[in-house]
């Protein structure tokens, strides 16, 4: 077969960045994006209670990513707390003092500090687990600062994975807003496609928390990708069955896992109408970790509503391109709930 001069520079090209796994330096040449399971870098902003601690674990686990930093927004409990939270289950999983944890915005950009969405994470956040401090402290650095640092130190490698409200990333943007066309991707988790609200019939907690935060974000020009509340009451939802297996695995992080989840399980079958417990956060930082997991997706015009009498914080998605604008976010629809719970108990079974 007649090799062209482009194909044997390609072939050279993916070799070299191969040789030199993981050290991040293959996202600069089209024919890189061909690997098969390149390792992500990302930074995780996250508000972190119970579900968002599964998915830090999942991340800080995953051979296939490797987490440059931890970021903490204003969010579910009160923000020391979420902090240590993200660190206690960074010590948990065994990697205290590998990754950095940055302390964000205490606050949304002009609304009050929710912080007490104790009624489904319990009042530190971890279903009343009460875990010791952890050892490692919060850098000194800003988290904004370092999200426009580590970005512009690294153009189109870093992806943003934003697990909680969106204040921290668009307080980077307003600060720097050339990192838009810098960061390889941003996950957000929130939202729904032809759904239900979970905070008011319109919204879901993340973008009601900080719509306007929220808006910056989707008006940057930043590769978004969304991961909705519909998704993960679809496709996430561990069920008693799925609990039974999870405590048969006796294993320091299934232990974890039912500590966390003990009071967000409850609340969601009583009051969210589920069959058990669902896991946003998981399931996004999933879909990072494995594309594959995400079944069907389209991508829209989406703004979000910061003025709504009844609809705060909803994403308001054009369906029909009644606004004639290009879309600016990927929608994930449906994922594959066989996936993403073999991704779960392969990360519980580990330790
Ligand atoms: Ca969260």
Redesign the pocket.
């Known amino acids: 077969m007649r090799t062209t001069r482009r194909q044997f520079i390609e072939t050279l090209s993916v070799g070299t960045a191969s040789a030199f796994l993981p050290v991040g330096a293959f996202a600069t040449g089209k024919s890189l994006k061909s690997l098969a399971d390149p390792v992500k870098r990302i930074i995780l902003d996250?508000?972190t209670?119970t579900?968002?601690a599964l998915a830090v674990l999942m991340a800080v686990t995953s051979p296939k990513l490797k987490v440059e930093a931890i970021t903490i927004t204003c969010?579910?409990v009160g923000f020391e707390q979420q902090t240590k939270n993200a660190l206690y289950t960074l010590e948990m999983a065994g990697k205290a003092g590998q990754i950095p944890v940055f302390q964000g915005s205490a606050r949304p950009l002009v609304r009050q500090v929710h912080g007490n969405a104790t009624y489904v994470h319990g009042s530190d956040g971890m279903s009343d687990a009460h875990f010791p401090d952890p050892k490692q402290k919060p850098e000194n650095e800003h988290a904004v600062d370092a999200i426009v640092r580590l970005v512009n130190a690294n153009p189109g490698q870093l992806t943003l994975v934003a697990?909680?409200p969106l204040t921290n990333v668009a307080l980077a943007l307003l600060k720097d807003p050339t990192i838009a066309k810098k960061v390889k991707e941003l996950y957000f988790?929130g939202g729904f496609y032809k759904f239900y609200g979970n905070i008011n019939p319109g919204a879901t907690y993340?973008a009601w928390v900080d719509p306007e935060a929220a808006r910056v974000v989707f008006q940057s020009g930043i590769p978004l990708t969304t991961v909705g509340f519909d998704v993960s009451v679809k496709s996430s939802v561990f069920t008693d069955d799925d609990y039974a297996k999870v405590e048969k695995l006796g294993t320091t992080y299934s232990d974890f896992f039912m500590k966390i989840n003990r009071i967000r399980r409850k609340y969601c079958k009583e009051r969210q109408k589920m069959n058990g417990s669902n896991h946003p956060?998981a399931i996004t930082i999933a879909a990072v970790i494995d594309p594959a997991i995400i079944t069907e997706k389209i991508t829209r015009f989406v703004d979000v509503e910061t003025r709504g009498e009844l609809t705060l914080g909803a994403l308001a998605i054009d369906e029909l391109g009644v606004w004639g604008k290009p879309p600016n976010a990927t929608i994930c629809v449906e994922a594959s709930e066989a996936l993403f719970k073999k991704m779960v108990f392969d990360t519980l079974k580990m330790k």
């Open positions: 996250s508000d209670a579900d968002d969010g579910n697990i909680g988790m993340n956060d």
